[in-house]
């Protein structure tokens, strides 16, 4: 049986098609955003917006606000990609990242990200006020556990805390929980939201400042003035912004190569004792907990299981043991589970500004490292103070061509993406003949009649035949058996099981 990509459909019906439900967040289960057509003729805009994710969404709001004739064009539908499946944290503590950073960075560079951070949260808050934006939106703690293995490098996180100013309270005896701990770091005045309802309230203020919406509307090519969609559309621009997750360039040896693609997992859980507040165990495995508000009460989010992105064989495991600790810790039932990828640096910082010198009206953001929500609103700040000539405090820390200026530690990243494809290429010589070795809902590589062929058998015992080859840059993609995707691990793209691409930066099908 021939398939074929079902062109023009939103993920989320294609999901309904061939994916596992469950593996839609409970966000996007809870919440909606307005629909907006996909854009069927040719335009011109002053700045265009690529994605509509809070990244997107955020930058056009403040350009709008100052005045700008934005376009914001999303490939699929708003809201639905990272930023509907993350855990919604809004924090400056990242896990335990001030020590190491004070060591790699220096003093003035770590306090003037603390300080991003810390204007973040206090963007996202004043927004919610301003438009009375019904969001769960909550100031609370955010806090490190240990069960007593990692007593040591909490202390070391406290003291680089106590050398920059920053807010907090180390509890020696532990925090009163149902997560066994020993020795606690709280950090005050951090929040947390429920990101689609926060972000279609920012849609509607973004409407009303005349920002125009165009959904199913991918990007496939840009160049330094237009951008064109795959209904072969265009779009002239003065400046764009490029807020794709991992940036849709086509600029040949960039540096963005460099990003690693992480995928982590989460499970959400109503169950007994849940705890208030935002919580992150630093012992292996470990876990990000927060609570949510759900019809009965508050149940908790349980995150974690994090690996390179299409790295490791059966990412359905990663449910499993995120599901047994939700029910050892607090006898939770899980309701919803899902997954994302983020993009990691190797400052842990992310990369906001103009691409380089000989691209100064393309600018790009990205490089998150697990936590978007507030450097996104720092960077709708900050890319509307680089548009309209503006000093900002945050341009030369987050700018985007530093990352070449990290020398050794940029190539590790390389390095392992590169192992992580080697390693594959090199299991590829063992691959398979014969596909009706697959069980049935199981994906795998085989080796027909002399053709590398990526095989998904479906629940009737259908075969599902394309390339294995991603259409970003060639690397071997990987079946992912907890979404049934096929995932790259080069730069994140992800393909269904008839190769439509699900994710970019591939705008291109499989074959
Ligand atoms: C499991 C997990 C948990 C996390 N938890 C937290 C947390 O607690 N706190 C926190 O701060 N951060 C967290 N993060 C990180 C945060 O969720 C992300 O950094 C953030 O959501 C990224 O937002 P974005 O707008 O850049 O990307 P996205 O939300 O992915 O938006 C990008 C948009 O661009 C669109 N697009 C892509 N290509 C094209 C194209 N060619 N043409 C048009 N449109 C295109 C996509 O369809 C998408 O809608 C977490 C991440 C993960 C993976
Ligand atoms: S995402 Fe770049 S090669 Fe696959």
């Known amino acids: 049986m021939v398939f074929s990509c079902k062109k023009g459909i939103a993920k989320k019906e294609r999901e309904g098609l061939f994916m596992k439900k469950e593996n839609i967040s409970y966000w996007t289960k809870s919440a909606a955003i307005t629909d907006f057509t996909k854009l069927d003729q040719n335009i011109r805009t002053e700045i265009l917006v690529v994605g509509g994710g809070i990244a997107g969404i955020l930058a056009a709001y403040r350009l709008a606000e100052a005045g700008h004739k934005v376009v914001l064009a999303e490939g699929r539908k708003l809201v639905q990609e990272t930023t509907a499946n993350t855990t919604a944290k809004i924090t400056a503590q990242h896990h335990l990242m001030y020590q190491e950073m004070l060591e ?65 309270e180390l509890h020696e005896q532990g925090l009163k929980l149902p997560v066994k701990n020993t020795l606690a770091l709280e950090m005050p005045n951090q929040a947390q939201f429920h990101p689609v309802k926060f972000l279609s309230g920012m849609v509607e203020a973004c409407v009303n400042l005349g920002v125009k919406f165009y959904e199913e509307t991918l990007i496939t090519d840009i160049n330094k003035v237009q951008a064109v969609t795959d209904q072969e559309k265009t779009i002239d621009f003065q400046k764009v912004i490029v807020a794709t997750h991992f940036p849709l360039i086509n600029i040949k040896n960039n540096y963005i190569s460099e990003l690693q693609i992480e995928r982590s997992y989460i499970v959400a859980a109503e169950g007994m004792n849940i705890p208030v507040g935002m919580f992150q165990t630093v012992d292996e495995p470990k876990r990000s907990l927060r609570h949510y508000h759900t019809n009965n009460g508050i149940g908790v989010l349980v995150g974690g299981e994090n690996h390179i992105t299409a790295t490791v064989s059966h990412m359905d495991d990663a449910y499993d043991k995120l599901s047994e600790f939700a029910f050892e810790v607090f006898k939770g039932n899980v309701t919803d589970n899902w997954s994302a990828q983020d993009m990691m640096t190797v400052d842990r910082m992310p990369l906001i500004g103009a691409y380089d010198a000989q691209n100064p009206n393309l600018f790009i953001v990205t490089g998150f490292n697990k936590f978007g929500m507030a450097s996104a609103a720092v960077a709708a700040e900050l890319l509307t103070d680089l548009i ?72 009737q015992g259908n075969e599902h035949h394309v ?12 079946f992912n058996d907890a979404e049934r995707t096929w995932d790259c691990p080069c730069h994140g793209s992800r393909f269904d099981q008839d190769g439509c691409v699900l994710e970019g930066p591939a705008t291109k099908d499989l074959n």
């Open 388 to 459: 309209n000539r503006r000093e900002n405090n945050y341009a030369s820390l987050f700018e985007p061509s530093r990352i070449k200026t990290l020398g050794n530690q940029a190539k590790a990243i390389g390095k392992q993406i590169k192992d992580a494809i080697v390693g594959e290429a090199a299991a590829l010589k063992d691959h398979r003949t014969d596909p009706s070795e697959l069980k049935v809902d199981e994906g795998g590589i085989f080796n027909i009649e002399g053709k590398l062929t990526a095989i998904y058998k479906d629940k």
């Open 467 to 478: 390339s294995p080859f991603c259409t970003h840059l060639g690397c071997v993609v990987k």
């Open 104 to 168: 790699n960075q220096g003093e003035d560079k770590t306090r003037l990200f603390y300080q991003s951070q810390m204007d973040g949260i206090q963007a996202i808050e004043t927004l919610v006020k301003q438009y009375q934006i019904d969001c769960d939106f909550e100031k609370i703690s955010s806090t490190q556990l240990t069960d007593g293995r990692n007593e040591e490098a909490i202390r070391k996180e406290y003291e680089a805390y106590e050398k920059l100013g920053i807010k907090s």
